[in-house]
């Protein structure tokens, strides 16, 4: 009878958080692995842009866009877009699409990734000119979430939340491990001042 009243005895409310807090840094901690891995490594790369010089590459295409598309005061830029995609292979975004008596400028922009297209209105004579920077600068551009989209964007920002948060379950267990927690507490203040220091030589 006795053993059955200690198996029921709740646990002590400073034990049951201890746990909370160990399986919450945990789980969160596995499922942004990856994300948190990506960031680390793009965040390296990003700051030596010196390691992708060289790595630019360059192409230009000539075609033709009917010219019917692009007369009167308004041309069909859904279609013109479209045409471009799928004839001639371009990606990413539109960032701009300008339109003067003379020509039509289309400029798509992606990660790593430039496309600017001009075509002559009277003629549909289009020139196509392609610069791709490689992978390593779609991934720096991927870390900076430029020209990208809202759900890479969201990936960033869902990315944040998990990493700070792991950060604080990482420091609210350090209160638990009794052995290391006053050493443990020194390293983090340390890294505060490193953060602090560098942050005003920095910002001068």
Excluded at 48 to 67: C, F, N, Y
Aim: charged fraction near 25%; proline fraction near 3%.
């Amino acid at each position: 009878m006795s053993s059955e009243r200690r198996d029921k005895t709740p646990r002590p409310l400073r034990l049951r958080v201890h746990s909370g807090i160990r399986w919450l840094h945990t789980y969160l901690s596995l499922l942004s692995l990856l994300m948190v891995l990506f960031f680390s490594v793009t965040g390296l790369t990003l700051n030596h842009a010196d390691w992708i010089v060289g790595s630019l590459r360059q192409s230009e295409k000539t075609g033709q866009i009917p010219a019917e598309w692009l007369s009167g005061a308004e041309p069909k830029k859904l279609e013109i877009v479209e045409k471009l995609r799928s004839e001639f292979g371009v990606r990413g975004a539109v960032e701009e699409f300008r339109i003067d008596e003379r020509e039509c400028t289309v400029a798509f922009k992606g990660p790593g990734y430039s496309a600017d297209a001009f075509i002559t209105r009277p003629t549909g004579e289009l020139k196509l000119t392609v610069a791709e920077e490689g992978s390593l600068a779609a991934l720096n551009d991927l870390h900076k979430g430029r020209h990208t989209n809202k759900s890479w964007s969201w990936l960033i920002d869902i990315s944040a939340i998990l990493l700070t948060l792991i950060s604080l379950t990482g420091l609210g267990l350090l209160f638990y491990l009794k052995r290391i927690r006053t050493a443990g507490l020194l390293v983090v203040v340390a890294g505060a001042v490193l953060l602090i220091v560098f942050a005003r030589l920095t910002l001068g």
